[in-house]
């Protein structure tokens, strides 16, 4: 490429070439004008326009290559063969117009290719023709490479020029013309390049004539011959746009007449409408088919003549066979109608065969009008339908939420001025969560569909039923006497227990009823509401009984739980909590092996809050993964700085269980405070396991893999099993406090007591026993080889004095 471009900065005149490149882009854009024109073109005109192109691009590519060879400086002058020189015209004219017709004449984007390609080899066929015209003497030296290189550029571009040009448009030829202008100088310039005129001397003086002058000349013919090309082009394009525009205009003006003909026609057939035009004697004058089908008549009848009134009879003859009768519905339909048809309006008819119809008359200036009618009934279908699911639960097809809160506000309107009482109950299904989990949704919705089906069976005139979401249920009933209150919660209780059995699945449910009584309980939805709740509640809570009323205690029980929720994450923003740790002892040696960390608050005003009272509150307000994130990072603190390497064990509370970050914020405490992660020890309950038991176990996975220690906790109460001890590698077991109390005297506690022993023996986890609060208990513990121990006896929790470490009491005959 280098070569090339040194000779063609050194070897030529920039002039010239300049003048070269203009003429050959004119002529290609000529070209390509002309080829587009071509394709337009029929019979003879075609064959003329061929050409015309071809002489265009032909004596264009010839001129191109006669100034580019008088441009270019050998060192010396060389003479031109006239035949040859004539012959190289002939050859670009020829070559290049057979490739512009099979161009003209392509179907196929192959086509356009291989026509533009014959187009590149008239290029270099007239080039290297044109080359072999110079005379002089001694021999060209020839660079294969180049000559192979110029004439594949020719071929290349030449296609794509065509191809470009041929799509429609300005562009589209601007593209072609661009790119067969490249395709000639790159197969010019790179042959140029390929010969080696070293070797070459003049045979005499050369021609005295001024070349620069001579191929000024040549090019202002040339621009004059595409000049002329260019004028037969414009002039038969106005042509053409002439006769265009008036075939145009004549199509235009027998298209409207066929459309002033045929619109209404077209019209009266194809509406979705009913239309009929009376005029301003109420005289029917036109009518389309629909009209008639609409009105329960025969499509093809003919109404056209037919009065005002006369059509109302036609379409209540079959309404009945009482003349009179007739006569007055007739009477009762044209008045209804006549107003309308003076001023313009709409009215709606439901007729007999359950179809709707919306009728519309407009009037129209000379007195007439216009009606139109329309078959609104699957409209009016939907609208009913949109309006039911908007008001109602689309799983159990009971009222929604927005449908009971709107009936509540209507009867509670109405109960102002009467002496009813309204009984406002709030149901919620009995552990529907755990039929969700351990059959799927498909179960857990088939339940809510079966509970909402014997609801709403139980239901008498006056009562109502409404699914607020979830399992959770609301109803309204209306009373004078307590005996009708007592009977319609004995039907909702009833209706609340079912047995479901879907396959091999069988489901037995239950559910928990609340009742607020207006106006003693309050006078508003919202209160009424919230008073249910908190009684529904109250009747989970309590195993004996599925019902509970509301009573003022209740609001002094959730207002004592708000306040202290307000003051424990006011305590979570103040760091008002502090840790305390209870020594965990070797039963057999009495050395200390850990302590655990508990959590101590002394509330504002109220003192020492026991975590028995302000942990569940904690886990409701939700503050309790806040708090549980403090005890861990600042456990893991202190114990970091203590001089003895003891372990401590921290609780971890169900909802810290079921979240992924825990996992983080475990891993992020042990490195904040450089602890060891054999020093620290999580605790679980069973409780938080079953939850989630997949995910919990997990989680625990995770954390254990960093090399903490995790203990079940309170072992033996609650949902303790075998499966959940296989299912992980539990480091340590806890035995609940509860089975010390009556260890000395009970010998069924003392059994449970030594099971869990052996169990922990057997799996190879030891066990720890917690509430030890005498000597008797610990002898207990020693003579059933338990592991480890913590209670008042060996240490009650508190700070950790290093210096007075408290030692494990001995048995008097130890």
Known sequence: MSVLFDFFTSG????????????????????????????RATGRMRLVWNGVAALAVGFGIWVTHFIAVVAYRPGFVWGYDLGLTAASLGIAVLVCGLGLALAIRAEHRWDHLLGGAVVGVGISAMHYTGIAALVMGGTIGWNGALVGTSILAGIVLGAASVLAASAAGKWARLGGAGLLTLAICAMHFT??????????????????????????????????????????????????????????????????????????????????????????????????????????????????????????????????????????????????????????????????????????????????????????????????????????????????????NERF?????????????????????????????????????????????????????????????????GALKRFTSMEALRDFLQRLEAAMFTRIETGTTVVETAGSLGVAIYPDDGDDRSKLLNNADMAMYRAKAEFDRHIAYYESEMDEHARQRRAMARDIWAAVEQGAFRLAYQVQKAVATGEV???????????????????????????????????????????????????????????????????????????????????????????????????????ALHILRQIKAMGVSIAIDDFGTGYSSLDTLRSFPFDKIKLDRSFMQEVEQNEQSKAIVRAILALGRSLSVPVLAEGVETMAQLEVLRAEGCNEAQGFLLGRPGAIDWDDLLELPVAANG
């Open 593 to 695: 092996t850990g302590y655990e960390v508990l959590l101590r608050w002394d509330r504002p005003l109220h003192g020492p809050v026991s975590p028995a009272d302000f942990i569940p509150v904690a886990e409701e307000c939700g503050a309790i993964t806040s708090i549980g994130d403090w005890v861990l990072r600042t456990a893991c603190r202190e114990a970091a700085r203590w001089p003895e390497p003891y372990k401590i064990a921290v609780n971890i509370s169900a909802l810290q269980l079921g979240q992924v970050e825990l996992v983080d914020t475990v891993r992020s405490a042990l490195l904040e405070s450089g602890l060891s992660p054999k020093r620290l020890e999580l605790e679980v309950t069973e409780t938080s396991i079953i939850t989630d038991k997949n995910r």
């Open 409 to 473: 506000d209507g009867i509670l309107a109405e109960l102002e001025h009467t002496d009813s009482n309204l009984a406002v109950v709030a149901i919620d299904l009995d552990r529907f969560k755990e039929i969700n989990d351990t059959y799927g949704h498909a179960v857990g919705d088939l339940a809510l569909r079966t509970v909402a089906g014997r609801l709403m069976e139980c239901l008498r005139d006056g009562e109502l039923v409404a699914r607020l979401g979830g399992d959770e249920f």
């Open 12 to 39: 030529h005149d920039v002039r010239l070439v300049a003048l070269a490149a203009g003429v050959c882009l004119v002529s290609a854009y000529a070209c390509m004008s002309l080829l587009h024109h071509a394709r």
């Open 191 to 404: 042959a140029m390049g390929a010969a080696d005129f070293a070797r070459c001397f003049p045979l005499s003086a050369g021609s005295q004539i001024n070349t620069t002058w001579l191929a000024a000349a040549l090019a202002g013919i040339s621009l004059l011959i595409l000049g002329a090309a260019f004028g037969s082009v414009v002039l038969d394009e106005a042509d053409r746009r002439r006769t265009e525009r008036e075939t145009q205009r004549q199509l235009l003006d027998a298209q409207r007449i066929n459309e002033v003909s045929g619109r209404l026609e077209l019209a009266m057939a194809h509406m979705a409408q009913g239309l009929a035009m009376f005029d301003a004697d109420g005289v029917l004058r036109l009518h389309n088919r629909r009209f008639a089908l609409l009105l329960g008549l025969e499509q093809d009848i003919d109404l056209v003549g037919t009065s005002f009134r006369e059509a109302f009879r036609q379409v209540l003859l079959g309404a009945t066979a009482d003349a009179e009768e007739l006569e007055e519905m007739v009477s009762r339909l044209h008045a209804q109608h006549l107003p309308l048809v003076r001023s313009g309006g709409e009215i709606v008819h439901e007729l007999v065969d359950q179809r709707t119809l919306r009728i519309d008359h407009s009037p129209i200036s000379d007195g007439g009008w216009l009606t139109t009618i329309d078959d609104i009934t699957e409209r009016q279908r939907s609208q009913a339908a949109i309006q039911h699911l908007a008001m109602h639960d689309s799983l159990t097809g009971l009222p929604n939420r927005a449908n009971f």
